[in-house]
C-alpha cells in the first residue's frame, strides 16, 4: 500500500484554519485616550501584583505534624541560665526523678557551674533583657515570628546568651549565676534550687539549711535561659527572661513544664530539641495559715508522648502560573468592563460629547501627483461610452 503525507502547504492551512485568535485589522480597530489610559493603569497594576505572587511564591512555609516519639530510651539535655538573689554558698540545686524516685544531684558537676555574680543589671544587661522580653511578647501575638525562629533554629546564635557586664560594682556580689547544661533521664523529674547544700543520700532527699540564717533568704531570680534538648540559636523557651522579685523571705515558686520533642527541618539543615509549655504559681509560705512547704525554686517537668515535626516546604509554581494567568486575565476583564461602563454612563449623561470615545482627528496629506509621469486624459480615465439612437416615438390610439 502505498502511504499517503501531508504536504506542508496542506499541514499549515490546517494549522491556520485551528487559530481561535484571529486578527483584526488595524484600520478596524479604534484608539481612544481614554483606553491608553486605562491601558498603562492596568499594566501598571498587572506588574505590582505579578511583583507580590512571584515574592510570596520564592519564600516558604512551615508545617506542622504531630507523630509518637518512639526515642524514649534517649537522655534529656537540661540547659540552665539562671541567677539568684542569694550567695552561692546558701544555696544548692539537684533534681530528681519523681517515677522510681532515684535522686541526682547536679550542681557543680558535669556541666553546672556557679559563679558569684549581682543581682542588679548594668545598662548593656538591661537593654538585653528589654529586648528578649520584647522577643517574648511578640512570639507570643505573632504566630509568624516563631515561624522564622524555626527558619533560623540551625544557627548557632549568641543573642540568647546574657552578654558581660561592662562595668563591675565595687560591693560584694549578692547573687549566684547557676549556668550550664546537664544530662537527666528522660522521666518526669523535679529540678530545684533551694536552700542550703544538697546531700547525697540513697534513699531520701535532704539540704543543710542549719547554717543558713533564716534572715538572707531571697529567692528573687531571673531566668536567663531555660531550655532542653539541642540548644537551637534562634529559638526562645517560654520562660527566658522572666524575673520574679520575692517581697517576703519565705516564697515557694513554682513552674510545671511539659515537654514536647520537636524535630526541625529547614532547607539549611536539621535538627532534633525539645519545647515545653509552662504554668507557674507562687505562694507564702506560713505554717501557721496552712501553707506548707520550703522557701525555693522549683521546676516540675513532664514529657509528653507525642513529638511536632516542623518541615520548611516550597509552594508548588504550577499554582504561581495559575494565579498569574487569573491575574493577568482577570485584570484585563475587569478593567475592559468597567471602561465599558464609564463609557456607557457618560454616553448617557451628555450624548453629544463622547469623551471617552473621541477619535482622533487625523490630517488629511495630499500627494503630489507630477504631470511628467502621469498624463491623464479624459479618455484614459473615462471609457467611450456608445449611446444608441433613442427609440421613435408611438402613437396612442
Known sequence: MRRRFISEKQLKKVV????????????????????GTVSILCFVLIAILVWFEVGFFTDTYMTYEYVVDMHTDDDLMLNVDITVSMPCKDIGADVYDTVDSSIQSMFLKNGLKDTPTYFEMDAVQKVWHKTLLTF???????????????KSAIFNSTFLEMPKRNVEPTHVPDACRIKGSQTVKRLAGNFHITVGKAIPHPKSHAHLTRSVNMQTYNFSHRIDQLSFGNRAGSLISPLDGV?????????????FMKIVPTEIDTKIGKISTHQYSVTEQDRTIDHSQGSHGIPGVFFKYDLTPMKIRVREEHRPYWKLFVRLCGIVGG???TVGMFHSFISFLISLISP?????????QKPYVQLPISTDTMSLSEESVLPSLHIPNPLPPTTLT
Open 16 to 35: 491556520k484554519e485551528m487559530d481561535v485568535f484571529p486578527k483584526v485589522d488595524d484600520s478596524y480597530q479604534e484608539t481612544t485616550k481614554s483606553g
Open 136 to 150: 517574648q511578647d511578640l512570639r507570643v501575638k505573632d504566630p509568624a515570628i516563631q515561624d522564622v525562629m524555626y
Open 243 to 255: 524575673m520574679k522579685v520575692a517581697e517576703t523571705r519565705m516564697v515557694m515558686y513554682q513552674y
Open 331 to 333: 485584570i484585563f476583564a
Open 352 to 360: 453629544n460629547q463622547d469623551t471617552l470615545h473621541q477619535k482622533e
